[in-house]
């Protein structure tokens, strides 16, 4: 079982910064691609970052120049530094990641697994 646990949320006003961190933990022999969405209120969930175990990055268009995606592989993390906030950043932001689990060898067996935090609120007021 693998589980992530989010931190970092709070209130803070247009124009801030905040820094989300996001860890995973449990059997884990590889992750791969970790990520960030949010779910606004009334509006469907969308992606706001991810990045590759090799670093490769990937943004949400509202969020582009603004935000910037990280991981520590050695600590099974993944950050995600919010600058120039907006009101419309408000949402509760979750963390995903994917990834195996057992041995390369089958023994334990290798299971793949995709797994999301419960979640962090970020509310910027204006």
């Known amino acids: 079982q693998v589980q992530l646990v989010e931190s970092g949320g709070g209130l803070v006003q247009s124009g801030g910064s905040l820094r989300l961190s996001c860890a995973a933990s449990g059997s884990i022999l590889k992750i791969n691609d970790m990520g960030w969405y949010r779910r606004a209120p009334g509006k469907q969930r969308e992606l706001v970052a991810t990045?590759?175990?090799?670093?490769?990055?990937d943004y949400g268009d509202s969020v582009m120049g603004r935000f910037t995606i990280s991981r520590d592989n050695a600590k099974n993390s993944v950050y995600l530094q919010m600058n120039s906030l907006k009101p419309e950043d408000t949402a509760l932001y979750y963390c995903?990641?994917?990834?195996?689990?057992?041995?390369?060898?089958?023994?334990?067996?290798?299971?793949?697994?995709?797994?999301w935090g419960q979640g962090t609120q970020v509310t910027v007021s204006s």
């Open positions: 995903n990641a994917d990834g195996y689990s057992g041995s390369w060898d089958g023994e334990p067996p290798l299971q793949v697994w995709r797994q």
């Open positions: 990045i590759t175990s090799g670093g490769t990055t």
